[in-house]
């Protein structure tokens, strides 16, 4: 089989980048990063700054400045890790003589996951404002699956736009929306499944558990040396 056998089983988009099998990969991450730092680093969330930063209101209320700074420095690592992204794709979007921008922070993203297993419980800021750094680039650089914009960090946006799709499939029998609206509660349920087995490493592994997710996002990095045709330079 091919590379664009593979590539006609992947998406219908012709970029790996955007495919459901990589997709999947990100989603079951997304999901496995959020349970290790709620589970194992001191409940804190990797992915869902949302809820950090209402954590870091509710500490600040109470004047409790160390719990604050657990919660807001995550929050800012996220923000980095989508700046490093963004300066990345600017960089490197039109370079013909490096790897793809995707490919290079997907595999930033896993290095720097593998670096956390190492980092032991006492420094637990250090380990969460890593893997965050680690989400945000992810959620900068893969918003699409199959043509549709999509997070693969979080389930908010995921969960509207599937009870979008599935109204306007029930209403107006749009097979087209019916496809997405299956397409996004599927991802949902990939990141559910990634929590769960997060859960699960964590109980086994404790710090290195992180790794699993390290090697999801390994994984992305060498599937997109499968190329579509418009792959090399999409951004």
């Not at 300066?87 to 490197?92: A, K, S």
């Not at 190492?118 to 945000?136: D, E, T």
């Not at 087209?176 to 397409?183: E, F, I, T």
């Amino acid at each position: 089989m091919d590379n664009q056998t593979i590539l006609s089983h992947l998406n219908n988009t012709g970029q790996v980048s955007e495919s459901i099998l990589l997709g999947t990969l990100l989603s079951l991450s997304g999901g496995f990063m959020d349970a290790y730092t709620y589970i194992g680093r001191g409940e804190v969330f990797a992915n869902a700054q949302t809820g950090n930063i209402l954590l870091l209101g509710v500490n600040l209320s109470e004047g409790r400045w160390d719990m604050a700074l657990r919660y807001f420095f995550p929050v800012f690592a996220f923000v980095f890790g989508i700046a490093l992204s963004d300066m990345l794709r600017f960089r490197f979007k039109d370079d013909p003589n490096v790897i793809h921008w995707r490919q290079i922070t997907i595999l930033t993203a896993a290095l720097v996951l593998a670096i956390v297993a190492f980092v032991s419980q006492p420094f637990n800021l250090l380990a969460n404002c890593l893997v965050s750094f680690s989400c945000g680039i992810q959620v900068e650089s893969f918003r699409k699956i199959n043509g549709t914009t999509m997070a693969t960090t979080m389930c908010i946006g995921n969960l509207r736009a599937a009870t979008e799709h599935f109204t306007e499939y029930a209403i107006g029998h749009n097979l087209q929306s019916g496809r997405k609206a299956a397409l996004f509660l599927g991802m949902i349920a990939v990141f559910v499944l990634g929590a769960v087995l997060g859960n699960a490493s964590v109980l086994l592994w404790k710090e290195r558990a992180i790794l699993v997710s390290a090697g999801l996002l390994f994984i992305g990095f060498l599937l997109m040396f499968i190329r579509g045709k418009d792959e090399v330079y999409s951004v």
